[in-house]
């Protein structure tokens, strides 16, 4: 089944800097590819998706890579601000409305004043 | 967009005791929820799928007779921890599929603390 690894596990970025979270999947049907932002003690939220027909998306401040040859994307916040503050997790789906998403372990990203 | 609410947000009850969760997306039909489990500080555990209508499909060491779920409508799921152990304490959220695409949205949790 599929596996995704997410690095770094925490991630501490000064306020304004950029912050860039990593992750690799395993399994090559995999083609759908959201990130999730998920504040302490409420729901992940869904910031950003991309599918394996795109190899870049970006929405303001945050976009998404993807390189399915090495089967690897990573997000990338630029100017960060303190309410970027949260742990972000990546995930990989076949994007069939039935089929599981698995998630990374997470990257807990601190925004220093 | 869309909207999934779970109930209860906190359940706070004794060993042996068997507690359910609800799921249900408002405004618009999931054929599929999933069901996780969070630990503090860890990533989300997918436990099982529901789907509408079938036996949900439970993932490797989730014991289906402890974790039941039922998917009787196309907007609610329940998870009901059966027994309660203090180890079952834990964070449980549900997520939905939007029937028309595959975009996932979750409910806002629920905190389990078995005495």
């Known amino acids: 089944g599929e596996n995704v690894e997410q690095h770094p596990s925490t991630l501490s970025v000064q306020e304004g800097d950029s912050a860039v979270i990593k992750c690799t999947y395993s399994?090559?049907?995999?083609?759908?590819f959201p990130w999730y932002k998920q504040e302490l003690g409420k729901r992940p939220q869904l910031i950003i998706d991309i599918r394996s027909n795109v190899g870049e998306k970006k929405d303001q401040r945050i976009a998404v890579t993807l390189n399915k040859t090495a089967k690897h994307f990573s997000l990338h916040i630029t100017e960060t601000q303190p309410e970027d503050s949260a742990v972000y997790f990546c995930?990989?789906?076949?994007?069939?409305?039935?089929?599981?998403?698995?998630f990374g372990k997470g990257t807990r990203l601190h925004i220093l004043p | 967009g869309a909207v999934v609410s779970q109930h209860p947000s906190r359940v706070i009850c004794k060993s042996g005791t068997s507690v359910k969760i609800e799921c249900r997306s408002l405004?618009?039909?999931?054929?599929?929820m999933f069901w996780y489990r969070q630990f503090p500080k860890q990533s989300l555990m997918l436990m099982a799928t529901?789907?509408?209508?079938?036996?949900?499909?439970?993932e490797q060491g989730v014991e289906k007779d402890k974790f039941l779920i039922n998917h009787a409508s196309l907007t609610l799921s329940t998870l009901t921890v059966t027994s309660a152990h203090p180890e079952d304490s834990s964070f449980y959220i549900c997520?939905?599929?939007?029937?028309?695409?595959?975009?996932?949205?979750f409910g806002s949790g629920t905190q389990l603390s078995v005495l």
């Open positions: 997520s939905a599929h939007m029937r028309t695409n595959e975009k996932l949205f």
């Open positions: 995930a990989a789906s076949t994007g069939n409305r039935d089929d599981k998403i698995i």
């Open positions: 529901s789907n509408e209508g079938s036996k949900a499909t439970y």
């Open positions: 399994d090559s049907a995999s083609n759908y």
């Open positions: 405004d618009f039909q999931a054929t599929t």
